[in-house]
């Protein structure tokens, strides 16, 4: 199936061919001739398999065939959430790209702005909302949004959401909605807290899941280093030092973690190495400053957060490194899938601490395909180059010299050799006392205690004599 075989409309056919997209993906499909009859959706889809035009493009078919309602005001028709500002300007940038010759008008609002200039956006009466939830509630508690006429809802990256706490927002956003809607549920992964919230708003959902691609399809050669966690940012700078790392995406657990890296990188003062970091502390501003001077290769590191990684997307985008092993395998697979775009070759890395084992096999089993290991490094955890070291050293020895002796028995702890080291002829004083229970030492013993039996009895005799 093609995109002209959709019958979608002339002006967005149009900029599809533009943006040079002949062929639909497989999302896109099965997707947007549901969305186009409005069914509801649950889409399960990582990054990189075209899902904002799944629904993107069938949002903008049925907003141009409906027309602008003249006389409402600030009333949207049709509301995307996301969990990032990165993430809604993208998809903003993707209803300007497809609705490009439509007279529809999109609004981008998130947090990190003054609220006076997302109020502006909304005076311009955008027919299609992309917000993040807490930005989306301050403006509606300031009375500058309507969705009385809102027709479609779409949750983008619904995982991502739950993750960063939003359930509550969303869930005051629900409220605030008609009824009589049609709701579109995007994720990459499917947790229990997503199949919660889908079974609240979805009503008898269409469900596409597209698996995500293969990595050995994709071009993307995976390797794994076993290393403890103090060193892993030690192993990094001693990579990036080799100089064959142009452009990397590395991916770390929190902010401060990400302000670190980001640090020690700058600190190692590597030739035409520079690296910033990006997190929810920073402000959209800057956020927005380093993402254009990664994308221009003015910095070749990107530090981030997993929150704040949603939503970017970069050309030639060498190595992507894993700091640590995501405890879901599906989002192993979507910050893998950044590199190797476009069928260009990109490779992953991935940093596994001995604790971290169980969380990398559960990935290898999800994919299929086990992580080759880079055994030879100067960071292997004790353990496992004590085990290295004892592999190598049975190499290089002959094999008659590394097979194991039988263990010699000690002579005291034999039970024969008890007996006769208590014999009379080679018992001496110390054998006698520490075993007192073997043959020769029992007589002793008895003597002993019938001595000091006949001494009590002569002391207590003496005592009545007295």
């Given at each position: 199936?093609?995109?002209?075989?959709?019958?979608?409309?002339?002006?967005?056919?149009?900029?599809?061919?533009?943006?040079?997209?002949?062929?639909?993906?497989?999302?896109?499909?099965?997707?947007?001739?549901?969305?186009?009859?409005?069914?509801?959706l649950?889409?399960?889809?990582?990054?990189?398999?075209?899902?904002?035009?799944?629904?993107?493009?069938?949002?903008?078919?049925?907003a141009?065939l409906?027309?602008?309602?003249?006389?409402?005001?600030?009333?949207?028709?049709?509301?995307?959430?996301a969990?990032?500002?990165?993430?809604?300007?993208?998809i903003?940038q993707?209803?300007?790209?497809?609705?490009?010759?439509?007279?529809?008008?999109?609004?981008?609002?998130?947090?990190?702005?003054?609220?006076?200039q997302?109020?502006?956006?909304?005076?311009?009466?955008?027919?299609?909302?992309?917000?993040?939830?807490?930005?989306?509630?301050?403006?509606?508690?300031?009375?500058?949004?309507?969705?009385?006429?809102?027709?479609?809802?779409?949750?983008?990256?619904?995982?991502?959401?739950?993750?960063?706490?939003?359930?509550?927002?969303?869930?005051?956003?629900?409220?605030?909605?008609?009824?009589?809607?049609q709701?579109?549920?995007?994720?990459?992964?499917?947790?229990?807290?997503?199949?919660?919230?889908?079974?609240?708003i979805?009503?008898?959902?269409?469900?596409?899941?597209?698996?995500s691609?293969?990595?050995?399809?994709?071009?993307?050669?995976?390797?794994?280093?076993?290393?403890?966690?103090?060193?892993?940012?030690?192993?990094?700078?001693?990579?990036?030092?080799?100089?064959?790392?142009?452009?990397?995406?590395?991916?770390?657990?929190?902010?401060?973690?990400?302000?670190?890296?980001?640090?020690?990188?700058?600190?190692?003062?590597?030739?035409?190495i520079?690296?910033?970091?990006?997190?929810?502390?920073?402000?959209?501003?800057?956020?927005?400053?380093?993402?254009?001077?990664?994308?221009?290769?003015?910095?070749?590191?990107?530090?981030?957060?997993d929150?704040?990684?949603?939503?970017?997307?970069?050309?030639?985008?060498?190595?992507?490194?894993?700091?640590?092993?995501?405890?879901?395998?599906?989002?192993?697979?979507?910050?893998?899938?950044?590199?190797?775009?476009?069928?260009?070759?990109?490779?992953?890395?991935?940093?596994?601490?001995?604790?971290?084992?169980?969380?990398?096999?559960?990935?290898?089993?999800?994919?299929?395909?086990q992580?080759?290991?880079?055994k030879?490094?100067?960071?292997?955890?004790i353990?496992?180059?004590?085990?290295?070291?004892?592999?190598?050293?049975?190499?290089?020895l002959p094999?008659?010299?590394?097979?194991?002796k039988?263990?010699?028995?000690?002579?005291?702890?034999?039970?024969?050799?008890q007996?006769?080291?208590?014999?009379?002829?080679?018992?001496?004083?110390?054998?006698?006392?520490?075993?007192?229970?073997?043959?020769?030492?029992?007589?002793?013993?008895?003597?002993?205690?019938?001595?000091?039996?006949?001494n009590?009895?002569?002391?207590?005799?003496?005592?009545?004599?007295?």
């Open positions: 199936m093609t995109f002209k075989e959709m019958n979608l409309h002339p002006m967005i056919i149009r900029a599809i061919e533009e943006r040079e997209y002949m062929q639909p993906t497989p999302i896109q499909v099965q997707a947007i001739p549901s969305i186009l009859k409005s069914r509801d649950l889409g399960i889809a990582s990054t990189g398999t075209g899902k904002t035009a799944a629904f993107a493009i069938p949002i903008l078919q049925k141009g409906h027309g602008k309602n003249e006389g409402n005001l600030n009333k949207v028709k049709a509301l995307i959430l969990p990032t500002r990165e993430l809604a300007i993208q903003g993707s209803f300007d790209a497809y609705g490009k010759y439509m007279d529809l008008t999109t609004g981008v609002v998130f947090g990190g702005v003054t609220p006076k997302h109020i502006k956006v909304m005076r311009r009466e955008p027919d299609i909302l992309v917000a993040t939830p807490g930005r989306l509630l301050d403006l509606d508690e300031r009375g500058v949004v309507d969705f009385s006429e809102l027709e479609v809802l779409v949750l983008d990256e619904a995982d991502r959401m739950l993750d960063l706490g939003m359930a509550k927002d969303v869930e005051r956003i629900l409220s605030k909605l008609p009824k009589e809607r709701n579109l549920l995007f994720s990459a992964t499917m947790p229990d807290s997503v199949q919660k919230l889908t079974n609240k979805l009503n008898n959902p269409v469900r596409v899941h597209v698996k691609k293969p990595t050995k399809q994709a071009k993307i050669h995976q390797k794994v280093y076993y290393v403890d966690p103090p060193d892993k940012t030690f192993l990094l700078i001693d990579l990036l030092k080799e100089g064959k790392m142009k452009s990397v995406l590395v991916f770390v657990k929190t902010k401060k973690q990400a302000d670190k890296v980001c640090k020690a990188i700058n600190v190692a003062n590597i030739p035409n520079r690296s910033r970091a990006i997190h929810g502390d920073k402000s959209q501003m800057e956020r927005q400053k380093v993402m254009d001077m990664f994308k221009a290769k003015e910095i070749q590191v990107l530090v981030a957060s929150v704040a990684a949603r939503g970017i997307d970069i050309d030639n985008l060498t190595h992507v490194v894993n700091m640590n092993i995501p405890n879901v395998p599906e989002t192993y697979i979507h910050r893998i899938g950044r590199t190797g775009r476009a069928g260009k070759g990109g490779t992953a890395i991935s940093f596994c601490s001995l604790d971290e084992k169980d969380e990398l096999e559960a990935i290898e089993r999800h994919q299929k395909y992580i080759p290991v880079v030879d490094h100067d960071y292997l955890p353990k496992l180059a004590l085990i290295r070291n004892r592999e190598l050293y049975r190499q290089e094999s008659s010299s590394v097979t194991k039988k263990p010699t028995r000690s002579r005291v702890s034999n039970g024969r050799n007996g006769r080291t208590s014999n009379g002829r080679n018992k001496g004083p110390s054998t006698s006392a520490s075993h007192s229970k073997s043959g020769g030492q029992g007589k002793v013993s008895n003597q002993g205690k019938n001595k000091s039996k006949n009590s009895r002569n002391k207590s005799g003496n005592r009545k004599s007295k």
